[in-house]
């Protein structure tokens, strides 16, 4: 039976523009007929996902996501002294696993051998790529489709197993993704404002022109964020090749991430970085939703992260009622002015405890 964790999650984020739209304001979402502060699931997924506290611990089980793989290909054959025309026909035959190559320039500014869409790349993925690179050198000879074949081995990489892969052009090679990662919204409803700023230019004396060098204009906003996760634990395990050790190094190294780093857009500008101040995790086979449910009529009051907190326990709590139990288990940690309860590491244990593996 599918085994699930969900995670729920509440972050207060001062004045901030932590993911921008077309227009560099702060993305928003209407629900509940306000409108709320949004953070997608994309910006979410990439600060966890590049995060050094994610790199230190998953870091050589980690893919890269490039579209670029082709040149990178090429300037190791070059490097290994093959010639520039037999580097780029054999580069561009190995890419072509990955994707359709760019043989020249387009007008969008695509690079020739680079690939059409990005490409996630397992690390065994890439290091075949280089043995076959560097095998080629050596024996001076374009790859053989056998060969071509060693490329596309079953991937092992957690951020692959975490958020799946989709190549366009082999989709038997697909990775459906065991998490899913909801767009964080706010609980309450918010204005978004607009920071009028200048900056003086330090070798004007002011003796003609006692202006600013540059006037510019970026836009803000605060609040306090629900995030939602969903894991398929059972998935994991599969694309992980039923490894528990890494499952649970990786369901370690997620959960930190998730509760520690913020994206970094305006990082510099508004220093906006939180850690999560209540944080719900579930486990269990019942078949999981969202208690974003709990904020569609938005969060009032004086202390909007209280209010948050109980308007999302009373919710599972109305959902057994008339589902029955929603999940297996509970465990909760939270962080308030006014007191602290449980830990992240007690959440951590809960959720990797036994065997993750054994039960798939």
């Known amino acids: ?34 409108n709320r502060l949004r953070i997608s699931s994309q910006s979410l997924k990439r600060a966890w996902r590049t995060s050094e506290l994610f790199e230190s611990a998953l870091g050589e089980h980690k893919g890269i996501r490039t579209k670029r793989i082709g040149i990178e290909i090429k300037n190791a054959l070059l490097d290994q002294g093959v010639e520039e025309k037999n580097a780029f026909e054999w580069a561009a035959l190995m890419a072509a696993c990955f994707g359709k190559v760019k043989t020249k320039k387009d007008k969008e500014g695509g690079e020739p051998l680079e690939i059409e869409q990005l490409a996630h790349i397992a690390p065994e993925e890439r290091r075949l790529i280089d043995a076959l690179a560097t095998k080629l050198a050596t024996e001076k000879r374009a790859p053989e489709e056998a060969e071509l074949t060693l490329l596309r081995q079953k991937p092992k990489a957690v951020d692959i197993a975490l958020f799946g892969r989709m190549l366009a052009s082999s989709p038997a090679y697909n990775v459906e993704a065991a998490a899913q990662v909801a767009h964080a919204i706010t609980v309450h409803a918010v204005k978004v404002d607009d920071d009028y700023f200048t900056a003086v230019d330090d070798l004007n004396k ?13 836009g803000f906003a605060s609040g306090v964020f629900y995030l939602y996760v969903c894991i398929n634990k059972t998935l994991l395990c599969e694309n992980l090749q039923n490894d528990s050790e890494l499952v649970n190094k990786t369901l370690t190294a997620f959960i930190e991430s998730m509760t ?4 970094t857009g305006k990082q510099n500008s508004f220093a906006s970085r939180a850690y999560t101040s209540y944080l719900l995790a ?15 009529k938005p969060v009032h009051g004086n202390d909007i992260l209280d209010e948050a907190i109980k308007s999302l326990n009373k919710q599972y709590e109305h959902f057994d ?11 909760f940690c939270l962080v308030t002015t006014e007191k602290s309860e449980g830990s992240l590491s007690e959440i951590i244990g809960f959720l990797t405890a036994g065997e993750p593996c054994s039960n798939t």
Do not use: W
């Open 1 to 34: 039976m599918t085994q699930f964790i969900q995670l729920h999650a509440l972050v207060s984020y001062p004045p901030s523009n932590l993911n921008r739209d077309d227009l560099g304001r702060p993305k928003t979402a209407i629900m509940g007929s306000a």
């Open 206 to 218: 002011h003796d003609e022109d006692a202006g600013a060098a540059h006037i510019g204009e970026t």
């Open 260 to 263: 520690k780093v913020s994206p």
């Open 282 to 296: 579930e486990k269990g086979p019942q078949q999981p939703r969202s208690l974003s449910v709990a904020f569609l």
């Open 321 to 331: 009622n008339v589902y029955g139990v929603c999940a297996d288990d509970r465990k």
